[in-house]
């Protein structure tokens, strides 16, 4: 009886039976619904040697540290310490738990009462240092620390999905005037095609992009890359249908203005993903034929450059400033081809593992969000989170962040189960060579 | 001018707002009169003024809608990465200029090796200042401070080397005269001068005081030249209407003849006459196409006796 009812619930939403509680009734079910942030993890051996060899090269760090100090040293015992600690506290959960399960053994009622009582109470603690363990084991994102530049721009679906473009464009932009993050607009183009106005004044926006310039913004939007869905009824719409179109956001890594010696920004590094042999490089001044120099006067200063092994164009006509606009476009390119090349590693890696995980991978074809207006709800297609309160979504406001945060947790869980597989994938070659 | 298709009115009045609508005649297409509407409303909104905005976006669009460049509208022209203050009476600077200004700045700042004791420039027909300043600037960034900067510029219009005064007190990189000086042989200066190069005086006289003689002629590393080098029938055709009918006559050509060679060839014959006596190490001269420089450089081989055997004249041509 309760089972049909189980099936009706969107797939998209988890949810875990807590309980089930015979009475008079046939069944009462209680249902948690929620990403399983603490669900216990079964932490594979194979992570578990890992951890301990990292805190044994921690500990042997930080003695040598003690006797004389060296910056290199220092800054990969901090990178490990999380890991260390988080192995030391799993550890004592687990000796925790070894100890009252030879408790429960034991001839004493009240003793084994009394270990009853603190069993559940370790459990859970037993699962959040697994969990936070495995959390430090998975490696940080490369990009994640770097600012980030979000390009937004309508999916197919006529102007309804251009006003809607624009409205995700301020919805991001007001977001990160709320934190405090600093964005500069590198484009803003309104497409040709019509002059219509939404229904809140938006305009039909043709590419757009925007760059938080907070240190680590990378890390914060990488999960808002993807389709967004919406739907509601168009200004446009005369006879009330509801209407469904879509928008793409790409998050790419933007280089920093001020160039750290890190490998992963150091765009002159031929190593570094942002790393772009100028002579592959064209660069086209846009301008009409003709006489030029005294002859004329047009402000012309856009600027197209074309990656020619890959075929990367990207054109910026945003300052009167060819300088400034030439600027702009090559770091829009870098951060392009960085991503692609990035992107095009992940692929590989994800033909590694299992196909469980291939699903759930981020492509930029995947509807990630929907943004239904009708019914007032925000719902994100990878934590299973419902958010109500839709206007303040779309006005950045703290909804938004919670929206943000439950897609940083998924994926963290995400990475996590990636780091299992692999860690598991490596280990079994070695096991049948055995 | 090809006509404008009305209904191009009606779509910029729709799609992009009334004003840019306005600006069409000048700016011909939807995008620039899109993006030269955005940069006007940027100007207003970053220069403060006690004027509402609203009304001053729509004097300085109907200002430019009418014709005048929009240099002359906002005031300023980036180049490089300096804003240069434009006014009615002084060339535009042009981005041909702009490109290889900054090209020429990287060759002299990474040629040499060891970077020189002392640099001296000489800019011909400067106008706003845009070269010599671009290259100071340029320049002053690159070069290790051990190198001194001598930089001077000529103009023959009052109205140019005010300006270009101005310019270089807006953009001055060096440090203020109150910090102690520098000792004289690390000095970096850039002065401009009013006179005509035509002037009988300006190589026996003014020159000589500006270079240290060297051995040949007179200590100098570059001559650099934007002179006027449209002909009189390209001036009637050739030319965009803002430019006929805003920008100096002055600045583009120059209409009498002079001994032997063509109006518009005239500043050439002078520069390499000038070029022959003060035997400078490089030159490099702006002109107007691909005819003119051959017959620049032509030019320069009747010179290259005088110019001391290579004729090394670096023709910058533009254009068609």
Known sequence: MGVPELCAIPEARRYRLTACLQLQFPFILVLTFGPETTSPIKLPPALLERARKLTVEHDQLTTALQSDFDAKKAKRAGEISRIADALKQFEKAKSALSELQGLLESDDAEMRELARDDLEATNTQLADSSHNLSVALTPKHPFADMPCLLEIRPGPGGTEGRFFADTVFHMYKAYCANKGYRTRVVQYESSDSDGQTGSEGEIALQEAVLEVQEPGAYGLFRGEAGMHRVQRVPATEKSGRTHTSAVAVWVLPSFPENPTSESESDWDNPESDFYIDPTEVRSETMRARGAGGQHVNKTESAIRLTHIPTGTTVAIQESRSQQRNREYAWRLLRSRIAQQRREAREEVSRQLRSSVLANSQITRGDKIRTYQYQQDRCTDHRSGLDAHNLPDVLKGGETLGKVMESVQAWLVNKDIQALIADEEAAAAPKKESK | ?320
């Open chain 2, 1 to 320: 001018m090809p006509r404008l298709r009305p209904s191009l009115f009606w779509q910029a009045r729709r799609e992009i707002s009334p004003l840019a609508a306005q600006l069409l005649p000048a700016c011909r297409d939807l995008e620039s009169a899109a993006n030269e509407l955005r940069w006007i409303r940027e100007h207003v909104q970053d220069t403060p003024s006690s004027v509402p905005p609203g009304l001053r976006v729509w004097n300085l669009v109907e200002k430019r809608g009418k014709g005048v460049p929009l240099q002359y509208v906002l005031g300023t022209q980036p180049f490089g990465n300096l804003e240069i203050q434009c006014r009615p009476g002084v060339l535009i600077p042009r981005p041909e200029t702009e490109a290889y200004t900054l090209h020429l700045a990287t060759l002299l700042s990474q040629s040499q090796h060891p970077p020189p004791h002392s640099l001296s420039i000489l800019d011909l027909c400067t106008g706003t200042g845009c070269i010599p300043l671009l290259l100071l600037h340029a320049l002053h960034a690159s070069l290790p401070p051990t190198t001194a900067l001598n930089i001077h510029g000529i103009d023959i219009s009052p109205a140019a080397i005010s300006l270009a005064r101005a310019n270089h007190h807006q953009h001055n990189p060096l440090p203020a005269p109150a910090s102690p000086p520098l000792s004289p042989s690390h000095q970096r200066t850039l002065t401009f001068h009013q006179t005509s190069i035509f002037s009988p005086t300006l190589l026996s006289s003014l020159l000589p005081t500006l270079f240290p003689r060297s051995s040949s002629g007179l200590d100098l590393d570059l001559l650099v030249s934007n002179p006027p080098y449209i002909s009189a029938s390209d001036f009637a055709r050739a030319t965009a209407r803002a430019v006929r009918n805003h920008e100096p006559r002055l600045a583009l050509r120059y209409a009498a003849r002079w001994g032997w060679c063509r109006p518009e060839d005239v500043f050439y014959a002078r520069l390499l006459e000038i070029a022959a006596v003060l035997k400078p190490k490089r030159v490099l001269m702006e002109v107007g196409g691909m005819e003119q420089a051959l017959r620049v450089v032509r030019m320069v081989g009747r010179f290259s006796s005088l110019l001391g055997g290579d004729g090394d004249g670096d023709g910058d041509g533009d254009g068609s």
